[in-house]
């Protein structure tokens, strides 16, 4: 790899900016969008600046206005947008210039980073092309020399073969390698500002930490300026050194990532805080907090730089002691669903083979448990859950779910039907996952009522109680999807599920579409509903901090396999399979101290890692 | 990707065998005599007619007949007609003419259909966008005959910008009148077609990317978003084709084009079963072959569509 990544025929007549130089000047700054013809404001007098080499994240919610108003930055904002204010860059200011100029800042000065890498680069032609594309675009160079930038840029962002990505199509690359192509496109021109615009929220942890440790490297060698927007509290602890608190429009907390992490001002920034669920907190009622970095530490026999070798062999001993003193699990009665050597199969289709997407897969769950299914993307969790309910065929082992085995069961007969009535399941994406044409009252009423359970009035009473019960309003019911927030949306989804009275909940990744704070929300009676109902619960997700405040047990998959499974405490204090560690220590901690702990012992881990 | 190709070849046989099958059926079991129907309201004498029974093999049953079609066919020996010509001569004679007047139609439509449906999409819900949206509607509700007859009239007699009729010498010139009426209801649907799926691509993020690369908007719009809205527009137009190749009878009469149409329309008038077998064979190759070269246009254009095994 080479520091130098500026091409010598490269002139670059604009003034280099000056070690911690003011960089991005925005001064009250103001987005409205045109909505039936009136103004509805997304950011209003935004103040903030970003110097050379610094972080700032911009820290919201959605709807907040944290993409809006960076859009507007480089005039990115569609036609029926509205931006005052000022924003300058290196002293020269962006709004109200005219359309050539904008288009000479836009990729040569400032460079956008978007969320989603699949969507964001052109299907249609190769990674490379669009490279050279934007390098021949601001800089007189050949065909060649470009190619050969192209090239560099792709070796600098550190994919493991760049000839073979420079020829890719998008859809060849995998998410993490598309979103380090689109890192090498947004740097090929040397930005002195680099715009992060939920960068790694499409990716998965171990992913995304990889991504993270690229932006901080390049932050470092380049020098750039960056403006990083997100939701995610752990990804600001990560990287920012500045951070903007924004919330409906406004930024209501400024400070240092130390002062707004240690001592938030604001009561949003507080409650957003304490929203973020914390890998190791637990739930309410899950006793002593983990502290994971000393599980892996001592998992890893690391010695980390950052914490001093007293208190880290203190902090382990701890540990161990907890984990000797978690109260054995007792499982109680006949398991609801019981996997023995499971493999399960997507079935052939046309010419496409069949493609086994679960294999070997053993797993048990006892009434009133709740197991967490974890996994990176095609690991195989939401297959396991799908299979649970029926809707994917056994291909090998014994699936018994309520006392049934299914293994066997035909595609939508009987046996099928009589299980699935004691299963409740609620979805990933609540919009989509309720008809649109329903008021939700029907749908929440439309199981009981094919099931014959109830009908009439009998039915409207069990549906308000449902209603009471994932604490909707009752007057809700005649509403459509539509009217709902995304909460509360989910809401119905887990009132639906309930309408049977399940012995199992099968979840797939319920609140990962949700803002944290909704989401915590959501968790929290998700829980109270599991405690008062004593379901027995799969939870699927790819988030490790979630499982950790609900389930019991957790489960790690990784490519079809169930690597390892226990108690809440044995894998949380003491993982014992590689990709287990490696999992952990990707989850970013929302503190800066702790996230830095957790960063070096991760760099540790991977070097020692056999894989 | 040739293993593709030669699978997709294949698939040819079959559809082939099917269709001629269907279709010397068919005519096979049309009502009436095609020799008696030959001489009109003078019959001549039973002799005469056995003899050309014989002759065009129509005293045989179904199957021996079909049989003896393809056996020819492999032989490249289409036979001869009821009024004596040789089939193959008659072929060689109007394919040229009703390809021509196809591609002449296909490439009407498609410039003045993408490039219309590029701007309106562009302009989505302004002045040019509405009235040519309603236009287009206009064009799909009139009939083509309407069409031909009004355009002969105004464009081809009353103002004298083209010839009103082909005759027997089709060229590119004189071909531009039907070629038009031809294009136009496609023309309507590849601009709508072109539109939806601007609009589409139009918000797309790759679209803002390419924006926040600093690209100009002309460059945004030709590399970015039109490339990736030909994709569905590409299919239809390979659908299409078939359509124009075949369908074109009525514009053929009016036009008076010495085309497929028109002796497709005779043939089947006559009962003339080898004629008719023979132009729909042609027509059916011609048209999974325009179907394989979309497909592998569509690949082209979409890497992620790659046939790969």
């Known amino acids: 790899m080479t520091d130098n990544i500026t091409p010598n025929q490269d002139t670059a007549p604009v003034q280099e900016p000056a070690k911690g130089a ?234 240092t990532a130390e002062q707004v992490f240690r001592n938030p001002r604001h009561e949003y920034t507080q409650a957003l805080l304490a929203a973020v669920p914390h890998l190791g907190q637990g739930g309410a009622d899950q006793g002593a907090e983990v502290d994971v970095t000393a599980a892996l530490a001592a998992a890893a026999h690391a010695e980390l730089e950052s914490v001093d070798h007293d208190d880290l062999v203190r902090r382990e001993r701890e540990n161990a002691a907890a984990l000797a003193a978690a109260a054995a699990e007792r499982p109680q009665g006949e398991p609801v669903l019981e996997l023995t050597d499971v493999a399960i199969e997507y079935p052939k289709q046309g010419r496409v083979p069949a493609f086994r997407a679960v294999e070997g897969a053993n797993l048990v769950i006892y009434p009133g448990q709740v197991v967490g299914l974890v996994g990176e993307s095609g690991s195989g969790k939401t297959t396991i859950g799908r299979a649970a309910v029926g809707l994917l065929p056994v291909a090998a082992g014994t699936m018994r779910v309520v006392g049934q085995d299914i293994s066997a069961a035909k595609k939508n007969g009987k046996q099928l039907h009589q299980v699935r009535r004691h299963i409740g399941m609620v979805f990933q994406d609540p919009s989509s996952s309720l008809n649109p044409r329903l008021p939700i009252g029907e749908s929440i009423g439309e199981p009981m009522f094919l099931a014959g359970e109830a009908k009439g009035s009998g039915l409207q009473k069990r549906i308000e109680a449902l209603l009471d019960q994932v604490e909707l309003p009752r007057s809700y019911r005649n509403r459509y999807p539509h009217e709902l927030s995304g909460g509360q949306k989910q809401r119905v989804g887990i009132a639906r599920a309930l309408s049977l009275k399940p012995k199992l909940m099968v979840a797939d990744e319920p609140t990962s579409a949700l803002d944290v704070s909704v989401q915590a929300k959501v968790l929290e009676l998700f829980q109270n509903l599991q405690k008062d109902l004593g379901f027995a619960c799969l939870f699927v997700t790819h988030d490790l901090a979630v499982v950790d405040v609900l389930a019991d047990r957790i489960c790690v998959m990784q490519r079809g396999r169930i690597v390892e499974q226990g108690s809440r405490d044995q894998i949380l204090r003491n993982p014992q399979e590689p990709y287990t560690q490696r999992l952990l220590a990707a989850v970013p901690l929302p503190d800066p101290e702790k996230q830095r702990e957790r960063r070096e012992l991760r760099a540790q881990l991977l070097a020692s890692g056999v894989e | 990707m040739i293993q593709y190709i030669l699978r997709r070849l294949l698939q040819i046989i079959p559809v082939f065998i099917g269709t001629t099958l269907l279709v010397y059926f068919m005519v096979f079991a049309l009502p009436g005599d095609p020799i008696r129907a030959l001489f009109g309201d003078r019959p001549p004498s039973e002799a005469v007619i056995a003899q050309l029974r014989q002759q065009y093999n129509l005293d045989q049953p179904f199957w021996v007949q079909y049989g003896l079609f393809l056996k020819n066919l492999f032989t490249f020996n289409l036979g001869v007609d009821f009024t004596g010509q040789p089939i193959a001569a008659t072929l060689g004679r109007i394919f040229p003419v009703t390809v021509m007047l196809a591609v002449e139609a296909l490439i009407i439509q498609t410039v003045f259909g993408v490039t219309f449906g590029l701007i309106a999409g562009l302009r989505k819900g302004k002045v040019f966008d509405a009235t040519v949206l309603i236009a287009s509607l206009v064009v799909i509700a009139i009939p083509t005959f309407v069409l031909g007859f009004v355009l002969q009239l105004l464009v081809g007699v009353q103002l004298g910008w083209a010839k009103p009729t082909v005759g027997a010498t089709a060229d590119w010139g004189n071909l531009i009148l039907p070629a038009t009426v031809l294009g136009l209801v496609s023309f309507a649907y590849v601009l709508r077609l072109t539109r939806a799926s601007v609009i589409e691509n139009m918000n797309a993020d790759y679209v803002r990317t390419a924006t926040a690369k600093g690209l100009s908007r002309p460059r945004v719009v030709v590399t970015h978003i039109l490339r990736n809205s030909m994709i569905p527009v590409i299919t239809y137009l390979g659908a299409s084709l078939g359509g124009l190749m075949g369908g074109a009878i009525v514009t053929e009469s009016i036009f008076n084009v010495p085309g497929v149409g028109q002796k497709l329309f005779q043939a089947v008038i006559r009962s003339e079963g080898p004629t008719v077998v023979a132009i729909v064979s042609v027509l059916v190759l011609v048209f999974v072959i325009a179907n394989l070269l979309v497909d592998l246009l569509y690949a082209w254009l979409d890497p992620r569509i790659r046939y790969e095994n």
């Open chain 1, 22 to 255: 003011v960089v991005l000047e925005v001064r009250d700054l103001s987005v409205d969008f045109g909505v039936d013809k009136k103004w509805v404001p997304a950011a209003i007098g935004l103040n903030y600046e970003v110097r050379a080499g610094e972080v700032l994240a911009i820290v919201g919610e959605s709807g907040s206005g944290k993409s809006a108003s960076s859009m507007a930055l480089l005039g990115l904002l569609p036609s029926n947008s509205r931006v005052s204010g000022s924003v300058r860059l290196s002293g020269k200011e962006l709004l109200g210039a005219n359309a050539a100029n904008i288009r000479e800042v836009r990729g040569k000065d400032v460079a956008v980073i978007f969320q989603e890498p699949m969507t964001a680069l052109n299907p249609v032609y190769t990674v490379g092309a669009q490279i050279v594309e934007t390098v021949r675009l601001h800089n007189e160079v050949s065909p060649d020399q470009a190619r050969e930038r192209a090239l560099r840029m792709l070796e600098l962002v550190e994919l493991p073969d760049p000839e073979k990505a420079f020829k890719s199509y998008p859809h060849q690359l995998s998410g993490g390698q598309r979103q380090r192509a689109m890192i090498a496109q947004s740097l090929s021109c040397d930005p002195k500002l680099l715009i992060a615009d939920e960068p790694t929220t499409a990716l998965d942890v171990t992913v995304q930490a990889e991504i993270l440790d690229l932006i901080r490297n390049l932050r470092n060698k380049l020098d750039s300026a960056i403006v990083l927007i997100t939701h995610d509290m752990g990804v600001v602890a990560d990287l920012a050194d500045r951070i903007a608190v924004m919330r409906r429009g406004l930024i209501v907390e400024t400070g």
